[in-house]
């Protein structure tokens, strides 16, 4: 679905991402790990056109970015940013509408085709229940899972998140880290930047490892995802072991 080749991207005189070339593919779900200011969001951006890139450098099906409108964008790439706060009440039936800006139809706006589509992403998300409540009431789990309703009432086959799950419980991560999953099971290219690689060790496909701007590894998770790698990452030793039937990455030395 998607491919970069030799993308480099520097703001001012820093360089913060360094030939990049790598390729994210249908139906999978992608973690994008690396430690802060490794230029993971940046890449996402880069993708999403909100920073400029030469020509040819990213294809989205095979077309390039640069000669893609922003409107046809997005109807290929939904976008679920860390921070997304709604200073107004809104209700959840209206949030997730918003996904249907896309395809407003002129001065006739939206129509009963779009209630149906946004009613069937609540319903998807095990959350129809919520779509006469007002935003602001919800809990963090619930605002997540109506922000990943209005991404899948877009439409689109790729969906990118910056960290979903960074400001939830354990119990919420899970939850949301089991959707997205179920997700990209029905088809769509999912890729999530997270901080914690136990989240991609249990849920994603496949790896991007990503350290000062540079590619560590690109991959399988069950094939790349190991201890040296870690290491690379964050300069630390971690293992990886298995606990039942689960493998869990922790620290060699907690001191």
Request: glycine letters at 6%.
């Amino acid at each position: 679905m998607i491919e970069i080749k030799n993308l480099s991207f520097s703001y001012t005189e820093k360089k913060v991402l360094d030939n990049i070339t790598l390729s994210m593919y249908k139906g999978k779900l992608h973690g994008l790990v690396g430690r802060n200011g490794s230029g993971k969001s940046t890449l996402l951006k880069c993708c999403l056109k909100f920073l400029k890139v030469s020509d040819d450098t990213i294809l989205i099906s095979d077309k390039d970015i640069n000669n893609i409108s922003i409107k046809d964008l997005s109807k290929l790439i939904a976008y679920l940013p860390q921070d997304h706060e709604q200073s107004f009440s809104w209700k959840v039936k209206e949030i997730v509408l918003m996904g249907r800006t896309p395809y407003m139809k002129g001065m006739f706006g939206l129509d009963k085709d779009d209630y149906n589509i946004i009613y069937s992403k609540l319903e998807l998300l095990d959350i129809l229940d919520l779509a006469e409540f007002s935003f602001n009431e919800l809990s963090g789990g619930q605002k997540q899972l109506v922000m990943i309703a209005r991404a899948l009432a877009q439409e689109t086959p790729i969906i990118f998140l910056d960290e979903p799950t960074s400001s939830l419980d354990f119990s919420n991560q899970l939850m949301i880290w089991r959707m997205l999953k179920r997700i990209s099971d029905i088809g769509i290219t999912v890729v999530v930047c997270t901080h914690d690689p136990n989240h991609i060790l249990w849920y994603c496909d496949n790896v991007i490892a990503i350290d000062d701007g540079k590619i560590l590894a690109t991959g399988d998770t069950a094939t790349v995802l190991n201890e040296e790698l870690l290491y690379n990452i964050y300069k630390n030793r971690y293992r990886i072991e298995t606990i039942g039937d689960q493998k869990i990455i922790y620290p060699e030395s907690f001191h």
